[in-house]
């Protein structure tokens, strides 16, 4: 069935610096949600993912979907406290009724 | 309002226990999910539920068994509860069940079994 690598697994990074997390796929993609879920909380949506090539801006996030639509990634930008969390892709990968999501990249951020 | 609720949202019992887990969305969504969060975090689906007909079932043990009384409410039953079902779940909706469209989470049950 569909699967959705995602990597690394962890980054602690120090306030200020860039972090990315990766999203990979030996099939290609339908389309890539990305999830944002706080220490304690539930997955909250961030943004979708569906064209070819497609870059999607939330002010210091960066979103990109792949030429060949079977990765994507997160960037954020001179990190700060309040993006602390585990961010998942997430892909219906052709399946309704399914997202499968990646594993998740844990952010701790070091004030 | 929330947009979707789920209660109880602890849950600490023995084994061999029933138990059972609401939700409820106030979206108009006709789609519903559960999730099942492991301690390592991973996010698995469990079921899927379309206007209360039953979508997906990922393979999911039969000691749990979903219901879905209208297309507004998702329930999850737990029979016979093991070490190994310990986790948070999570109940979802989107608007239809379609690839493209946003999930919305509920703030999760940690089942704890003891």
């Known amino acids: 069935g569909q699967q959705v690598m995602q990597i690394p697994q962890y980054q602690h990074v120090q306030e200020g610096e860039d972090f990315t997390t990766y999203c990979n796929s030996s099939t290609t993609l339908s389309n890539i949600q990305w999830y944002k879920q706080r220490p304690g909380g539930h997955p909250v949506f961030l943004i979708q993912l569906v064209k070819s090539g497609e870059v999607k801006k939330q002010k210091r996030l960066t979103f990109q979907f792949g030429e060949a639509k079977k990765n994507s990634s997160l960037h954020i930008t001179a990190t700060q406290t309040t993006d602390v969390g585990t961010y998942f892709c997430?892909?219906?990968?052709?399946?309704?009724?399914?997202?499968?999501f990646g594993k998740g990249t844990l952010l701790t951020v070091n004030p | 309002d929330t947009a979707v609720s789920q209660t109880p949202k602890y849950l600490v019992t023995q084994m061999g226990n029933d138990k059972s887990i609401k939700c409820e969305q106030n979206l108009g969504h006709d789609t519903m999910y559960w999730y099942k969060q492991d301690s390592k975090k991973f996010l698995k689906i469990m079921f899927s539920?379309?206007?209360?007909?039953?979508?997906i079932n990922e393979t999911v043990p039969n000691r749990f068994s979903p219901k879905s009384p209208d297309k507004a409410h998702l329930n999850l039953h737990i029979n016979s509860l093991e070490l190994g079902d310990s986790a948070v779940y999570f109940c979802?909706?989107?608007?239809?069940?379609?690839?493209?469209?946003?999930?919305?989470f509920g703030p999760g049950t940690r089942l704890t079994v003891l």
């Open positions: 539920y379309n206007n209360k007909e039953l979508i």
């Open positions: 979802a909706s989107s608007q239809g069940g379609g690839v493209t469209d946003t999930q919305y």
């Open positions: 997430g892909s219906g990968g052709g399946s309704n009724y399914k997202l499968t």
